[in-house]
């Protein structure tokens, strides 16, 4: 037995994930020709969730993502756990529930196993099938070829391995892509576009199999030490640190989720976020070959951030006192399973926090800590590892870094000019890694409202003879349309959410700063395809009214998709966003020009963005950080 639950926002329990299956088997007849797409904690709506204290009751509710594989139907359940019913049952014709892992497992050993694969691989010179990997993707729409349209289907990659234990993604095999039906597991096109004569590429990473490899022979051993332990403490899912406090939650989606983000001041603690991750990821490649048009992921709403957590026991990578969280999942048939160590929380040193060199006084500086709560996810070839850093002085970043293995394509003739070479006629597409953060803040309360605040220089004239004036130009965002925001550099802008309601001891109301990082443009035609079903990463910003049904910014079902259905759905409404519980949709990542040093595996790309109090506190908050940080 797992633990039950003991806070309303504890992630699902595998019995309770057991539990949802087994009330919607019994209910609703779903026969083993059903997939579970996913089963997730429903979360108690924010303003219910005020009114609960310690030891009231619990009621716990699943949400369900199934579908039929004999119709295609899928249906989007609500399991009334403590109740033990069906409370909701909604078909959702057109939709495509997410891609699942058990569907990539089964799409390549069926393809593995298929003759005209075989014989497809045996006109490329490759005959070990044990030595194939394939890798599938999802659709958009629009580019589902017409008599496949309306079904589950997906198109894939071949990679195949020099021997058993090298990279598969070293060697991409060319000018084959067979499409798959998904609910009928049958091969609907081979996808064989011609023989493109394999590369003496060397893609391998692991040191044996790099050919005259040298490790280095000067690294000494730096070790983090923390005799006394950590100073966190962890009850359950509750993380306090220092004057931090928060939960942690997990699921399929997302993968980590902060709730009630909170800063104690003077004995009591003040609310910073409601809650806080990482909503959707869109990486679309800009390559319009036939090798890379349809490549187009959505990696948390087609194929889930939670559902490709890694094991930190397969690697932490973290120094130091480390605590963890296992997450449970599920697999198509709802039958639950643990990733061990998915969540790590962990303390760093991070240089000087503050210091002064006075001639009389001496010297006064702070040793820098942090908390960090992180997840690693690998996507296939590709690994995120988000952070979210708390800090002394009351700020939070958050941090995502890309690494992994970037896909290429071995060619004849004249290099695509669509990415770099970086191997034997080998080049790595350019693309672009698009984050939503869904920042649901809550400065001292929920009435908040976003300000844009720009820098501006002021005009040589009377009073400014010198034209040293700038000022700060602070514009509220008053409805949705004036929340979509752009980065704007000759502006230095950011954005401030403000509780106008709540003052510090200046008098000045309290506020927290967005301060942006790794904003990049879309650069899409606004009619391409890609960008209809990714209209969230068209703004830096948005800005919405808290919903709790608005979560997922290119909507709640990415997988073949014509159209963003979340933000832009959304906001057309235009609702008023002034003094009221807001939420911050915020756009950022990496535009991705490949570079030859990225291959064979790529050395971390980091973006972060920050939320720093800003007249939260009416003076830094970290002098009462101690000289000595070991008492
Ligand atoms: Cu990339």
């Known amino acids: 037995m797992t633990d039950p639950a003991r806070h309303p926002l504890d992630p699902l329990t595998a019995e309770e994930i057991r539990a949802a299956v087994t009330i919607l088997r019994r209910d609703r007849d779903l026969t083993d020709r059903w997939r579970i797409a996913s089963i997730e904690l429903r979360e108690p709506p924010k303003y219910e969730l005020r009114a609960w204290r310690p030891g009231d009751p619990i009621a716990r509710a699943a949400i369900v993502v199934c579908w039929s594989r004999e119709d295609g139907l899928a249906h989007k359940a609500l399991v009334a756990l403590t109740e033990d019913r069906v409370a909701s049952w909604e078909p959702r014709p057109g939709e495509q529930p997410n891609m699942t892992v058990d569907e990539f497992a089964e799409v390549d050993a069926m393809l593995r196993a298929h003759p005209d694969v075989g014989a497809a691989l045996a006109r490329r010179g490759v005959t070990d099938m044990d030595l194939v990997l394939m890798d599938s993707w999802a659709y958009g729409a629009s580019l589902i070829p017409d008599p496949y349209r309306g079904r589950r289907v997906a198109w894939t990659d071949v990679w195949h391995r ?53 490790l280095r022979d000067d690294v000494r051993p730096l070790e983090v030490r923390q005799p006394e332990g950590a100073s966190f403490t962890l009850d359950g899912h ?32 003040r609310p910073v976020a409601r809650r806080l991750s990482i909503a959707e990821m869109v990486v679309p490649y800009r390559d319009p070959t036939g090798e890379h048009d349809r490549r187009t992921a959505f990696d948390i709403g087609e194929w889930g951030l939670g559902f490709m957590a890694t094991s930190l026991e397969l ?6 006192e480390i605590a963890y969280l296992d997450a449970t999942l599920h697999d198509t048939r709802g039958e639950p399973y643990t990733i061990r160590n998915a969540i790590c929380i962990h303390e760093e040193d991070r240089g000087v926090l503050w210091k002064h060199v006075d ?30 850093h708390f800090h002394q002085d009351g700020s939070i970043e958050c941090e995502v870094r890309a690494t992994g293995i970037m896909v290429t394509t071995q060619f004849e003739g004249e290099q695509p000019p669509y990415g770099t070479l970086v191997d034997e006629r080998t080049y790595a597409p350019f693309h672009q890694h698009f984050l939503v953060a869904r920042l649901d803040l809550d400065v001292d309360g929920e009435a908040n409202t976003v300000h844009a605040v720009d820098s501006e220089a002021l005009p040589t004239g009377p009073g400014n003879p010198y034209g040293l004036a700038m000022v700060q130009r602070s514009t509220p965002l008053r409805s949705e349309h004036e929340g979509r925001q752009h980065y704007d550099w000759q502006r230095q802008r950011a954005w401030r959410v403000v509780n106008a309601g709540a003052r510090n001891r200046l008098g000045t109301p309290v506020a927290y700063k967005l301060v942006p990082g790794g904003a990049l443009p879309a650069l899409l035609d606004p009619a391409s395809p890609v960008f209809q079903r990714a209209q969230a990463v068209g703004h830096t910003l948005w800005v919405t009214p808290h919903r709790d049904d608005e979560r997922w910014p ?76 070991r008492h």
Not at 239 to 259: A, D, K, Y
Not at 315 to 320: A, E, F, H, K, Y
Not at 363 to 370: H, I
Not at 379 to 384: L, Q, S
């Open 162 to 214: 020099r021997e058993p234990s090298a990279s598969p993604y070293a060697n991409p095999v060319a000018g084959l892509h067979p499409i798959v039906d998904l609910n009928a597991m049958e091969l609907l096109d081979l996808g064989d576009t011609g023989v493109v004569a394999r590369a003496p590429t060397m893609g391998e990473y692991v040191p044996h199999l790099v050919p005259g490899l040298r």
């Open 238 to 269: 509750e993380l306090r640190w220092q004057r931090w406090s928060m939960r942690i939650g997990f699921n399929h989606r997302e993968g980590l989720v902060l709730h009630t983000v909170g800063y104690e001041d003077d004995g009591s603690v």
């Open 315 to 320: 690697g932490c990578d973290c120094l130091g």
């Open 359 to 388: 001639a009389q006084a001496g010297a006064e500086t702070r040793r820098m800590r942090r908390l960090v709560v992180s997840f690693h996810a690998t996507v296939a070839n590709y690994e995120y590892l988000v952070y979210w």
């Open 554 to 629: 290119c909507g709640e079902f990415p997988t073949q998709s014509a159209e963003d259905r979340g933000l832009p759905a959304w906001t057309a409404a235009d609702r008023p966003i002034e003094d009221t519980d807001v939420v911050l949709w915020y756009v950022f990542g990496v535009n991705h020009v490949t570079r030859p040093e990225e291959w064979p595996v790529m050395p971390v790309d980091v973006v972060s963005f920050w939320l720093k109090p800003d007249g939260f506190f009416a003076r830094n908050p970290a002098l009462d950080v101690p000289a000595d940080q």
